[in-house]
């Protein structure tokens, strides 16, 4: 029989796992990106809610963007979607990620170190599968105690790839867990103000 010249699994078309999680990542940082506010945008912002009548606060802190984050803040239902026409509403609840994946809000804050969020870089290569396989493994343990991570001819295809990954100096950075587990909130008790929207100096805005 001759040869077609067409591959099985594995052909040329096909992405491998570590370039399909290379490509989240990359989605990822894209997203991170994109969600950058500038101090300008934000006294724009301020302005227009003034003129508008509207009050407001500012934060001590940067909201978090991401799904994990606001999850690893202790939020217990997450909305994607909501306001997109094209698309279905996602529902995420942290109970079902407690119960039926095992994840807590300390194991979440670690997934947070490994995909990066608003607080981190995370590590280069890891995205949600390699993310949990590495917290189901003593890997995550171990450099956190900064052992050294030596070779071994049983290690398992996780382990292998986990071995692989590199680690910017200084990880994990304790000052990205204290952000979740102790953000800075505003304090005040006083209540909103509405005010009368300034009609003349909205017409002339900016």
């Known amino acids: 029989m001759g040869q077609n010249g067409h591959g099985g699994a594995g052909g040329a078309g096909e992405l491998s796992e570590v370039q399909q999680e290379q490509l989240r990542e990359q989605k990822q940082q894209q997203e991170r990106m994109a969600n950058t506010v500038t101090g300008q945008m934000c006294l724009e ?3 227009l ?3 508008f009548g509207v009050p407001y606060l500012i934060a001590p802190m940067e909201a978090e963007a991401q799904r ?3 999850l690893a ?6 909305y994607k979607n909501f306001f997109s026409q094209s698309k279905y509403v996602e529902h995420y609840q942290f109970s079902d990620l407690q119960n039926q994946l095992g994840l807590d809000r300390t194991k979440l804050i670690n997934l947070a170190y490994l995909l990066g969020s608003d607080y981190t870089e995370g590590v280069a290569g890891v995205g949600y599968v390699t993310g949990m396989e590495i917290l189901n493994d003593e890997w995550w343990a171990e450099s956190q105690e900064k052992k050294r991570l030596t070779e071994n001819p049983k290690d398992t295809k ?3 790839k986990i071995r692989q990954l590199k680690l910017l100096p200084g990880f994990p950075n304790p000052s990205v867990a204290q952000a979740y587990l102790q ?4 304090q005040s008790e006083s209540s909103f103000s509405w005010g009368r929207p300034q009609l003349d100096m909205i017409k002339e805005y900016p």
């Open 45 to 47: 912002s301020q302005e």
């Open 49 to 51: 809610l003034r003129l």
């Open 68 to 70: 994990l984050g606001r």
């Open 73 to 78: 803040f202790r939020g217990r239902h997450v």
């Open 158 to 160: 996780v382990k292998k």
């Open 183 to 186: 953000p800075a909130v505003d």
